[in-house]
């Protein structure tokens, strides 16, 4: 969760948004592979705009010998104190920039970058990505998996308020990464079921005035039951566009996703 909304959080508050849940596990299906082989390698995962470390922890709980390295720039003393405290008994280490980061991992590499909704914040995404290279952790065998908001014309205050810059299709993605240096391995889209809500969502917002302060995340308080059900729904149109994008039936989604390198 973006540490903007996270803040708006309260202690009654305590559900994951199905969307947050459904989230890990299609980035762990896109990845499995590679994390697999940096879990059997005992190698090292940089969370880049990790927020409030929830997915980290997601991953390391699954992945326990994995080094993570957790980077956010909005971490606060007390927030970085509060995390390295609550992970101390894992491999996860929270850190507010990147060359801090560096001075951690010494001479180690890392093997998986993670920006997950992360680059639509950026004013300059390319220059970022290029930024990013230029640390010596990271290397021609890094794989950087990159998740973004899909689709310009559903911008909306949702993007606004977690003051996105923009939304991305599948061919701005690709060009924007390859402009940085980066090869794509696999791309695609996923959450088909939720576009045509969002597109119904903006329609409203156009014709209404609407001033919650949040996107809804920090709000969910559904049960498990209702909650497990809809993560489920959009697990099941994950794997179903997953085959038929096999089949050659590509479709759209709420979201994008790369996996990629450099390229040289």
């Known amino acids: 969760m973006d540490l903007k909304e996270a803040k708006f959080r309260t202690q009654s508050i305590v ?3 199905p969307w947050e849940l459904a989230r890990l596990e299609v980035v762990i299906d896109l990845a499995q592979k590679l994390l697999d082989n940096i879990n059997s390698s005992g190698g090292v995962l940089l ?3 990790c927020g409030d470390t929830w997915f980290v922890e997601q991953l390391s709980a ?3 010998n994995i080094r993570c390295f957790a980077v956010d720039i909005n971490f606060t003393d007390e927030t970085l104190e509060f995390l390295a405290e609550k992970n101390r008994h894992t491999k996860i280490q929270v850190f507010r920039t990147l060359d801090d980061a560096q001075v951690a991992l010494g001479d180690d590499t890392v093997s998986m970058v993670l920006l997950l909704d992360v680059i639509e914040h950026i004013a300059d995404d390319i220059t970022f990505l290029k930024w990013m290279q230029t640390f010596r952790a990271i290397d021609k065998n890094t ?3 990159i998740t973004v908001p899909a689709f310009q014309s559903l911008f909306s205050r949702h993007d ?3 003051e996105h810059y923009r939304r991305y299709d599948n061919a701005m993605l690709e060009r924007h990464i390859q402009q940085a240096g980066l090869k794509s391995d696999k791309k695609g889209y996923f959450f088909l079921s939720l576009l045509l809500a969002r597109a119904a969502a903006v329609m409203v917002e156009k014709a209404t005035k609407n001033d919650k302060p949040t996107t809804g995340l920090v709000e969910w308080d559904k049960g498990h039951a209702v909650t497990a059900a809809i993560k489920n729904v959009m ?3 994950h794997y179903v566009t997953k085959l038929l994008a096999k089949l ?3 479709l759209p989604g709420l979201s994008n996703y790369i996996i990629c390198r450099k390229s040289a």
């Open 47 to 49: 969370d880049m705009g």
């Open 15 to 17: 559900a994951r948004h």
């Open 160 to 162: 606004v308020f977690l």
């Open 143 to 145: 794989q950087f998996v």
């Open 62 to 64: 699954r992945y326990p």
């Open 235 to 237: 697990l099941i149109d």
């Open 248 to 250: 050659g039936i590509k």
